[in-house]
Structures are given as C-alpha cells and as structure tokens.
C-alpha cells in the first residue's frame, strides 16, 4: 500500500508520487446512466489499492455510491454537514473493505434539500485538505454540486458512452465549461461502453469532442454484475482486462505511470 504526503514515513516519495497534491478527480456526465457510478466505484477501489483514498458521492438526490460499494454507513454527507464543526469528518467516513473510506449521499432527496450545497462542500473541502485522493461522484447533468466538483477537481474525467445523445450532451459540457472559463487541460475523455457497435466508434467520439479518449472501458457484464453485487471488478476481478485498464489510469492519476495516458486501456 502507498501512502500519500503528510505521512511521517515519507513512502509518499519512496514510491514516486508527487507528495504535494493529492489529487481530486470528479467523475462527470451530463446523462445518467452513462457509467459514472461504476467509474468512480472502479477507479476509488483501483486508488485505495495504491493509497489511503476517499470516494465522496455528491449525486445527493439518488446517489448509489452505497450500493456499488455494498456499504451501510454510519454516517453520511448531511450527517456530516450536521456535526459539531469540531468533530474530524475523517473520522466520521465508512470504510470499505479496499481501505477507501466513503462518503455516501443522504438517504433521501428530502434530506439532501435540508442541507445547502455551502455547507455540503464545507464538508468536501474538510476531507480534501486532509490531502488524500478524492474521487468526487456525480450526478447528471449541470447542477451546483457537479459545477462545485468540476471547480475543485485537479483532474475531470468525463464519461461518454457511443451514442448520439451521450457525444451531444458532452459537447454541450465542454462549451459550457468553456464558457465559465474553467481549464479543459485537465479533462480526461473515458468512452464507456466502448465497442457497443452501434454506429458510432471510438475515433467518432474523439472527433466530435475534439478529444483523445485517455481510457475507452468495453461493455462487460462483469461491471454491471459489479454494481449488482456492490462489488467493484478491481476489487473482485483485479487481474481481469477491464479492471486491468482501471488499474492502469490508477497509476497515471496517481502520476506513477505516465504512459498509461496512450489509450492503453483500449481494447
Ligand atoms: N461498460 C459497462 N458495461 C456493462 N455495464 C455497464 C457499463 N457501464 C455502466 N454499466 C451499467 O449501466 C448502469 C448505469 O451505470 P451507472 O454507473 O450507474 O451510471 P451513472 O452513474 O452515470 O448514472 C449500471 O447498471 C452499470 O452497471
Ligand atoms: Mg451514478
């Protein structure tokens, strides 16, 4: 296990990551349903392999961070916002059996409406300073939690899947991202569902988003049992190609594994 920066036996360093950022990586789509959830779930467990990370789901009307995870938390994102402000939030995650420690969303839309994103993101500041890898789960389309992940994340990964919608939606995206001035360089284009064959191919995807896919993850009923079973397929399946490509973006989110930015996950 690597750990990160602020740890007193500096293996942060002996294992060559960059021991001043931590990064924070917010998994966005406009369109539900693309694959976010099982993204995030894959690459927070492929994280907490290589060091002590957090997943945090800010889809907080319907989010299902708990189910991909099969977690019962104790405490959860309002729950947090609640507490006494002296009380450590780290303290206060879920740990899954990765190591990851989790955040899931309220239990409810109605509890998610009693908190206000301010606060809500009090809490996601607290964890990030902890300086940890944070991966940031979203919901569909724009609303001020995906924009307050989007302003927070070192690094965007952008699900889409192959298909006329999924690219137009992700093209509006980018234009509105664009348009608030915020930095595309750290986008990270993943095609989901990548050899679906239905009309449109990766290199399709690539040239209507004007964007090299950095990581294109093929249909396999192994992710969709995955989520099913709350259990990730880089936990369950580690060695198998789809976890595999997950394992490897890991490695380039992490910084140890530059090459792994070729599409190496493509198949
Ligand atoms: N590459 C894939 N292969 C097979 N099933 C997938 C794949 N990506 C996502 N799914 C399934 O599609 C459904 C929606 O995915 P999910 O991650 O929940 O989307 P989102 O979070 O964007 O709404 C889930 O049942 C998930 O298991
Ligand atoms: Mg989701």
Not at 24 to 47: E, H, I, M, R, W
Not at 117 to 139: C, H, K, M, S, W
Not at 142 to 157: C, E, H, K, M, Q
Not at 180 to 196: F, G, T, Y
């Amino acid at each position: 296990m690597i750990t990160f920066r602020s740890r007193s036996d500096d293996s942060a360093e002996r294992h060559g990551i960059n021991p001043s950022e931590a990064p924070v990586v917010a998994v966005v789509s406009p369109k539900g349903g693309n694959g976010k959830t099982t993204v995030s779930s894959n690459l927070a467990v492929a994280l907490a392999h290589r060091t002590d990370s957090v997943i945090i789901d800010l889809d907080v009307h319907f989010g299902d961070v708990q189910y991909a995870l099969r977690m019962c938390p104790v405490h959860r994102l309002d729950d947090l916002v609640d507490a006494d402000s002296r009380r450590d939030p780290m303290s206060m995650l879920s740990t899954h059996p990765s190591g990851l420690d989790v955040l899931c969303a309220p239990s409810d839309p109605v509890a998610a409406d009693r908190m206000s994103v301010g606060d809500a993101f009090g809490v996601v500041d607290r964890i990030i300073a902890a300086n940890r890898p944070v991966i940031l789960d979203t919901a569909g389309g724009i609303s001020n939690y995906s924009l307050g992940a989007l302003d927070r994340a070192t690094r965007v990964v952008m699900v889409c899947g192959t298909d006329v919608p999924s690219v137009q939606a992700g093209r509006k995206l980018l234009d509105t991202m664009r348009r608030l001035d915020m930095d595309l360089s750290h986008v990270d284009l993943l095609v989901n569902r990548s050899d679906a064959c239905v009309g449109l191919s990766v290199d399709d995807v690539e040239t209507a988003l004007d964007c090299q896919a950095v990581l294109a993850v093929p249909e396999h009923s192994s992710l969709a049992a995955g989520m099913n079973s709350g259990s990730p397929v880089t936990e369950s399946s580690p060695r198998s190609s789809v976890a595999a490509a997950f394992h490897r973006y890991a490695d380039l989110v992490l910084g140890l594994d530059l090459a792994a930015g070729t599409r190496r996950g493509r198949r």
